[in-house]
T-cell receptor, first 118, second 110 residues
């Protein structure tokens, strides 16, 4: 069964509004979660690493003030797309490593959130 | 720069054939390697992991790792149309963040 739960699975919003996406680890604690974005027919792009109890680490070119990440508990990380614009329309996927942070711990993905900004 | 390279495809094989997916990585300190399958419009799902040189078999899937050549492959035996998807190779340099390849699109023709 799923070990990472993501909600909502899809969302349509108007330009200028904000959207919050939730990512939960099921039956395990995740001190670190990862947020990816994927545009059509392109590869996964890591946006940021979410750390429980501390600030997220953003990849180069990702605006931290636009993509707000909060990792308030060991089982929940949220990504808020603020002032969304049509170019933010994409497939957002969260993930977490099951079994700790060791090299052999696999990454499991949530089902993803398809965001469409009109 | 840490990179993982894959042939983007599409790779087309007839039903029942063996599909061979290849991946190379640039960072020699990479210790762990993973294969993910991603259906169109869905998120990636883990197929296999491999950490040691040699072959690792799981059902119809066999992962092969050659650290000297910095090469990882995934063989799918008795390919089925349901195997048609994009396959992502990932390396983990030094136990840190996953580095994903661009993926190879596989099409199994009935």
């Amino acid at each position: 069964g799923a070990v990472v739960s993501q909600h909502p699975s899809w969302v349509i919003c108007k330009s200028g509004t904000s959207v919050k996406i939730e990512c939960r680890s099921l039956d395990f604690q995740a001190t670190t979660m990862f947020w990816y974005r994927q545009f059509p027919k392109q590869s996964l792009m890591l946006m940021a690493t979410s750390n429980e109890g501390s600030k997220a680490t953003y990849e180069q070119g990702v605006e931290k003030d636009k993509f707000l990440i909060n990792h308030a508990s060991l089982t929940l990380s949220t990504l808020t797309v603020t002032s969304a614009h049509p170019e933010d329309s994409s497939f957002y996927i969260c993930s977490a490593r099951v079994g700790g942070s060791g090299a052999n711990s696999p990454l499991h993905f949530g089902n993803g959130t398809r965001l469409t900004v009109t | 720069q840490k990179e993982v390279e894959q042939n983007s495809g599409p790779l087309s094989v007839p039903e029942g054939a063996i599909a061979s997916l290849n991946c190379t990585y640039s960072d020699r300190v990479s210790q762990s390697f993973f294969w993910y399958r991603q259906y169109s419009g869905k998120s990636p799902e883990l197929i296999m992991s491999i950490y040691s040189n040699g072959d690792k078999e799981d059902g119809r899937f066999t992962a092969q790792l050659n650290k000297a050549s910095q090469y990882v492959s995934l063989l799918i035996r008795d390919s089925q149309p349901s195997d048609s998807a994009t396959y992502l190779c990932a390396a983990v340099p030094g136990g840190q963040n996953f580095v994903f390849g661009p993926g190879t699109r596989l099409s199994v023709l009935p």
